[in-house]
């Protein structure tokens, strides 16, 4: 939903002093959407205003804020009692503008466009939502919290907001959460591009100049902040890859590591088994021209040793 504001200084409005908005009351303007932008923000006007106005095309304007009390249901203390609506009578003698919202809505009789009546129905729910948030207090989207202007003043308003008010569709519509279906609107779409006010804002205008561009601001950030995480992920992928890489490389080293290892042992094997042990030293030297490489094994050189003394023995036999 989107709500253009439009209130300015000249537009009429005032404190509530304290009371709660509980009342929704509709309204019919009796001319177009235009002269009722104009009438609300004219310095000549010092009698009326309302807090919103939903045209023919379904565009929503504002120019009273929830929070402000507008000029649409005004009441002599006097003709209080007198007014159709239950609620209004409870309170008298409040004048009913201190807890109303007022929409009007653009047109004579109250024959409502599909446009301007789905776009009712969401403004409704939003005033009731708003009321919720900026008070804490439910606005009862029902026939006696939903009026029309007649309900109030019955004496100087029987016409507001006209015979040919959607009224039963309008209660069923607001009694479900469903979104009215519209057809064959062509100017909604147009309104779609626009920013959304900021909720809080309330119609004040200044202020909601600054929450759109802080709005603005924080979308930007959004977005960056949305890229850094976005290159971060990628980082993180990539760093991931790299650790895989890592893994698999350190793999590969510790295979080699092994296989060095082993290699390593064979040949601290096979350098014990090729020294010659000091007790077949003799011997060695004795057939030394046999042994070419002194390499072999304990058995070996005690063989070696063994066939060594044996001739060594026959030849001191020999020579006695
Ligand atoms: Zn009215």
Redesign the pocket.
């Known amino acids: 939903m989107n709500i253009i504001q439009k209130g300015n200084a000249h537009t009429n409005s005032s404190s509530r002093e304290g009371h709660v908005p509980f009342i929704i009351v509709d309204?019919?303007s009796a001319g177009s959407m235009s002269s009722m932008d104009s009438w609300f923000t004219s310095p000549s006007n010092t009698v009326s205003s309302a807090h919103f106005g939903v045209s023919k095309s379904g565009k929503i304007h504002q120019y009273v804020p929830i929070t402000r009390m507008a000029w649409?249901n005004g009441l002599t203390t006097d003709a209080i009692p007198k007014a159709a609506a239950s609620l209004v009578r409870q309170n008298a003698p409040v004048n009913p503008n201190k807890y109303t919202v007022s929409i009007e809505h653009e047109g004579t009789d109250g024959n409502l466009t599909e446009a301007q009546f789905a776009a009712t129905v969401e403004l409704h729910r939003f005033i009731a939502a708003e009321v919720k948030w900026l008070y804490g207090q439910a606005l009862l989207l029902d026939e006696q919290h939903v009026i029309g202007?007649f309900q109030v003043d019955p004496a100087r308003?029987p016409n507001?907001?006209g015979p040919k008010f959607p009224w039963s569709r309008l209660y069923q519509a607001l009694s479900s959460s469903e979104s009215v279906r519209i057809e064959n609107v062509p100017d909604v779409k147009e309104e779609m591009g626009e920013r959304p006010i900021p909720r809080g804002s309330d119609g004040n205008r200044e202020e909601a100049a600054n929450m759109t561009t802080e709005n603005a601001t924080l979308s930007a950030r959004m977005i960056k902040l949305e890229e850094a995480a976005q290159t971060t992920a990628e980082r993180i992928k990539l760093l991931e890859g790299r650790v895989h890489q890592a893994e698999a490389q350190w793999n590969e080293l510790r295979k080699t590591n092994q296989l060095l290892s082993n290699q390593l042992h064979q040949l601290v094997l096979k350098l014990e088994a090729s020294s010659v042990p000091a007790w077949a030293e003799e011997a060695f030297s004795f057939y030394s021209d046999f042994i070419h490489e002194p390499s072999g094994t304990t058995e070996f050189w005690r063989l070696l040793t063994i066939m060594y003394r044996a001739r060594i023995a026959s030849v001191v036999q020999t020579s006695k």
Do not use: F, L, T
Request: proline share 14%.
């Open positions: 309204h019919i649409a202007h308003k507001c907001p």
